[in-house]
């Protein structure tokens, strides 16, 4: 099947720092991807839908300016937590489609924990 | 609007017993429904999904779910579990079919545990 990768798998920063959070596909060309978050024990909450080439889509409640998602390729989207503080620590997930084929696929996710 | 329900937080079943997590969907159009595994801090897993066609799916690890309109349940069953088998499982909807760019909407998660 298709493969997502997520890039870091853990990363670790101090509060008020940004992070990036790289999401690529390595297999197929993705126009939409998507980025959740996950706390513990909690299913997926979806923060945003990225467009290759376009502004992502937020969900209502999800800060655009805090949660900075860029989809300048077709197989990479980033989203990048600016200004971190302890309450963005999660698990964040990211998933792509290839397109009409009732499938999404999956990163590992990456664990981000601010101090 | 679409929407999951699964039905239980929490099963628990023996080694060897069956598994039956529940998951009942709404939506306003011929749905696609999935099932997902996710183990700890990993990403997410499809065990089977449903499109169209035949309502008895087989999915992976020896599990699978029927489609039931009439009843808008999507449950997952295996019929003898193993100690592998614990994990968190998600129920999911979405009417992909219609665009690439539409959600995927997911249930609230049922954690299988396994009893020796």
């Known amino acids: 099947g298709a493969v997502v990768s997520q890039h870091p798998s853990w990363v670790i920063c101090k509060s008020g720092t940004s992070v990036k959070i790289e999401c690529r596909s390595l297999?197929?060309?993705?126009?939409?991807m998507f980025w959740y978050r996950q706390f513990p024990k909690q299913s997926l909450m979806l923060m945003a839908t990225s467009n290759e080439g376009s502004k992502a889509t937020y969900e209502q409640g999800v800060e655009k300016d805090k949660f900075l998602i860029n989809h300048a390729s077709l197989t990479l989207s980033t989203l990048t937590v600016t200004s971190a503080h302890p309450e963005d620590s999660s698990f964040y997930i990211c998933s792509a489609t290839p397109g009409h084929t009732g499938e999404l696929f999956f990163g590992e996710g990456s664990r981000l924990t601010v101090l | 609007a679409q929407s999951v329900t699964q039905l239980g937080s929490h099963v628990s079943v023996s080694e060897g017993a069956l598994v039956l997590l529940r998951c009942n969907y709404s939506?306003?159009?011929?749905?696609?429904l999935f099932w997902y595994v996710q183990y700890p801090n990993q990403g997410l897993q499809l065990l089977l999904k449903?499109?169209?066609?035949?309502?008895l799916v087989k999915g992976i690890n020896g599990f699978e779910a029927e489609f039931k309109k009439s009843e808008t349940s999507f449950h997952l069953t295996k019929p003898s579990a193993h100690m592998s088998d614990a994990a968190e499982y998600f129920c999911?909807?979405?009417?992909?079919?219609?665009?690439?760019?539409?959600?995927?909407?997911f249930g609230s998660g049922t954690r299988l545990s396994i009893r020796p």
């Open positions: 999911a909807v979405s009417d992909l079919r219609y665009s690439s760019a539409s959600k995927i909407i």
């Open positions: 939506s306003s159009v011929p749905p696609y």
């Open positions: 449903y499109t169209t066609g035949a309502t």
């Open positions: 297999d197929f060309q993705a126009t939409t």
